[in-house]
């Protein structure tokens, strides 16, 4: 047994599981606290509360309940008694069976808590639910409790039975009970003023003498004028039993002790006075017939109130019939007006209708005849229209066959392209390695000039592939001329239109288109097409952006790490070299960059911009002629001083520009000042306090002599600077290559020997680059490349496993 507070805590949250409830804290005796009885009906109990808080106003509640366990547990087998169900299943059984208990007392406390009432619960286990509600009685010393009562008659008819009937009985006299029916007061158990001691010689098994007050559920007030106090009529001490009809329920009998009624100023006879046994009986038979005759005038008077109430409700339900019955008459009467209008306005409809019918039927004829002859014209158009499609379609095959001619052609042309640029790659390799000299290195590259000549394109082509030059198309403006993005076969292309104004002539720029064209270098933007109507060239296109996009992390650009910049520096490195070294004529850059640096999918550097084909021979390195005209359009400060107060160009203008790059790579900063913080930095020792963090940590070696090597290029006597030679290139190649971890061997592709960024399965359960395989497969090869035995099928499968990891150890290197 429990109290609680008004809380959503459960009732059996403290109880261990498998035990009856017990008393844990028992609530003073404070008169304004109403005790009220409560089983599981809800009904019942909404009806009991309600009456509650109507005649107690600003008083406590206590709600009493009696948590009964089931004698029975449900199982599988059926419901078997609980001292022959397994031991878990009645422990589960009761903790649901408490859980529902829990939940009643809690909607218990809401519907109080809704109506503004203090409330508390106290919960007990017993065996039998009446003999618990008298237990709690006399535990807590209630003197104020509420009960139901199974019917008006409930003490007449079930005399030995019912948790009022018992509460009555055996319930201590100091507690006043209110026995309430359907939510109205049947009769009240007065509590006695002063119990009545027990005789010594006697041990009566109650020794109770009850005081009983009639209420009348109708205007609460006492209609006897006077308690009534039984005794038994036999000498014995055993329990006697007696029954009176009051008002509308039963006097619950009593049973007593042969004591005197001291406070009425009466007193009992002893069972030895027969005259008082006589008369004791005789005035009780006259009280039972009295308060049957009242009891019964009472019903009487119950059933006319009732049949009257009845009777007026009747007539107010007649009554809103007839009203309603009015409304719905009015409601008619309207809706008729209102479809009377309705069919006079429909019928004027109609006549319009069928008035503009008349007149759509002889507009229809006129039309019809119109439409047999527009039949005969459209007859006579779809005949010629076949023969404008037939026409088309065969002009359509022909296209079809000249552009998959124009393919073919382009894709052997790409072909041999790949192979020169393959061929030039071997040919820096190999110069790096040594095997060949300057000289012969630079008659080699002649032979690639050698190459099918530039593709030629019309206006029409560049204005289609952008829009007619449209401004959505439009990449970069300098001051040579603007750069679109455009489409043309197949591919996304750069298209540079140059100013009018800074070329010479048509001759001029063939010429210096045609020069261009000659320069294959890995790093060096390939040229695939001019078109000299619109004085365009077209290059082809790098997603990336430029180094300058890079250094400064425009758009939120992942940063480059420090082998990557590494990388970049001896890849600047070979184009300038492969420049400065171009045969018959030195080729000058003039305008080198971050800007003029693009960036490929793989990070790798291709240098741009070359101030339209710089070309400058031995002899005319200090020639006066470009101290004006040859002046470099770009950022002043990667500008070499020197060129800025003679205005003569050299190779090593380019190595002033080269040397701000590097500096830049290793400190991710702006080249205003930079070479005189570098230099203060290394003299002090400080060097890495001035590297970029975000390239990762600079091994100090290579740090060290990249920052030596900026430095020399950015001396501003050019006779300090050093010379891009093979050898710098290859020391260059070496410095980043050192210190980078090995490649794993299933990270390379059998063919090409290098990284796979697109690895693809073949039949023969080898990984190879996709371009690598797909231009194996489509030169009619069958075989595998790496056993030579023929594929079962020519279909490849991404490795996404391969791809992966490649990925994740080229962000780790």
């Not at 060290?704 to 001396?715: F, P, V």
């Amino acid at each position: 047994m429990k109290l609680l507070i008004p809380s959503h805590t459960s009732p059996f949250s403290s109880l261990p599981q498998n035990q009856p409830m017990e008393h844990q804290q028992s609530s003073p005796t404070n008169p304004n606290k109403v005790h009220l009885a409560l089983g599981k009906s809800l009904h019942k109990t909404t009806t009991l509360l309600q009456w509650t808080f109507n005649h107690f106003r600003n008083a406590e509640i206590v709600i009493l309940h009696v948590y009964q366990p089931s004698p029975v547990i449900p199982t599988l087998l059926g419901k078997m008694p609980a001292s022959q169900a397994n031991p878990e299943v009645v422990s589960a059984f009761r903790r649901e069976e408490r859980e529902q208990t829990m939940r009643l007392t809690d909607k218990y406390l809401r519907i109080c808590f809704a109506s503004k009432v203090k409330a508390s619960v106290i919960v007990t286990e017993a065996s039998q639910v009446q003999k618990g509600i008298v237990d709690l009685v006399v535990k807590h010393n209630i003197t104020k409790l509420v009960i139901g009562a199974e019917s008006e008659n409930c003490m007449k008819v079930k005399r030995n039975s019912g948790k009022a009937n018992y509460t009555s009985k055996h319930a201590p006299l100091f507690c006043e009970i209110w026995f309430i029916y359907k939510g109205r007061h049947i009769w009240t158990r007065e509590a006695s003023e002063k119990p009545c001691s027990l005789s010594s010689g006697t041990q009566p098994e109650i020794a109770a003498t009850e005081s009983l007050r009639f209420r009348s559920s109708q205007n609460g007030k006492n209609e006897l004028p006077h308690s009534e106090y039984l005794q038994p009529n036999s000498a014995r001490t055993t329990v006697c039993s007696g029954i009176r009809s009051l008002n509308l329920g039963e006097i619950i009998e009593t049973e007593a002790t042969n004591s005197s009624k001291s406070s009425r100023g009466s007193s009992y006879c002893s069972p030895q006075n027969s005259v008082g046994v006589y008369q004791d009986a005789y005035l009780e038979d006259m009280e039972e017939r009295i308060n049957s005759q009242l009891i019964e005038t009472e019903r009487e008077a119950e059933a006319a109130t009732d049949e009257s109430f009845a009777e007026l409700l009747n007539c107010r339900r007649l009554e809103i019939e007839a009203m309603e019955a009015i409304q719905k008459v009015k409601l008619f009467e309207s809706a008729h007006a209102h479809e009377v209008e309705l069919r006079k306005e429909a019928e004027d409809a109609l006549r319009v209708t069928v008035t503009e019918q008349q007149k759509l039927l002889e507009e229809s004829e006129n039309i019809s005849g119109e439409l047999q002859m527009t039949m005969r014209n459209v007859a006579l158009l779809d005949s010629r229209a076949k023969e404008a499609t037939r026409r088309r379609d065969e002009a359509a095959h022909e296209l079809l066959l000249i552009q998959t001619s124009i393919s073919t052609l382009w894709q052997e042309r790409q072909q041999i392209r790949r192979q020169k640029m393959e061929a030039l790659r071997w040919l820096e390799r190999w110069k790096s390695r040594g095997q060949i000299g300057a000289a012969h290195y630079n008659g080699v590259i002649g032979f690639a000039v050698e190459l099918p000549e530039l593709a030629e394109f019309s206006l029409s082509d560049i204005e289609n592939a952008t829009c007619n030059f449209s401004k959505s198309f439009k990449i970069a403006q300098g001051g040579f001329g603007i750069i679109y993005k455009g489409e043309m076969l197949g591919r996304t292309v750069a298209i540079k239109k140059f100013h009018q104004h800074n070329v010479q002539g048509p001759a001029e720029f063939h010429r210096e288109v045609q020069i261009l064209s000659s320069l294959q270098h890995p790093h060096l933007l390939t040229l695939l097409g001019v078109c000299p109507d619109a004085w365009s060239i077209v290059y082809e296109y790098l997603p990336n952006g430029t180094l300058q996009d890079y250094l400064f992390r425009k758009s939120n650009i992942i940063p480059l790490t420090w082998n990557i910049r590494a990388r970049m520096i001896a890849e600047i490195s070979s184009a300038l070299c492969f420049l400065h070294s171009f045969q018959p004529e030195a080729i000058i850059h003039g305008d080198l960059k971050p800007e003029t640096i693009l960036l490929d999918s793989s990070l790798s550097c291709k240098i741009c911009e070359f101030r339209f084909s710089r070309l400058v021979t031995e002899e005319s390195h200090y020639s006066a002629s470009f101290h004006l005209s040859t002046e470099p359009k770009g950022a002043f400060t990667y500008t070499d001083p020197e060129f800025q107060r003679t205005g003569v160009l050299t190779p090593k203008s380019d190595t002033y520009s080269f040397g701000l790059i590097i500096l830049q790579l290793l400190t991710g900063r702006t080249p205003v000042g930079l070479a005189v913080l570098v230099r203060h930095a290394v003299s002090c020792g400080k060097l890495s306090s001035i590297l970029d963090s975000s390239s990762g940590e600079w091994p100090l070696s290579v740090a060290s002599r990249l920052a030596e090597l900026g430095l020399q290029c950015c001396a501003q006597n050019r006779r300090n600077r050093p010379e891009l030679t093979p050898a710098l290139v290859r020391e260059l190649e070496q410095l980043h290559v050192s210190e980078e971890r090995p490649v794993p061997s299933f990270f390379l592709c059998p063919i090409l020997q290098e990284i796979m960024h697109d690895p693809q399965i073949a039949a023969d359960g080898f990984t190879y680059e996709g371009d690598a395989i797909r231009e194996w497969l489509e030169n009619g090869h069958d075989t595998s490349p790496m056993t030579n035995l023929k594929l079962i099928h020519l279909l490849l499968t991404p490795n996404h496993s391969i791809r992966l990891a490649v990925q994740d150890w080229l962000c780790k290197s």
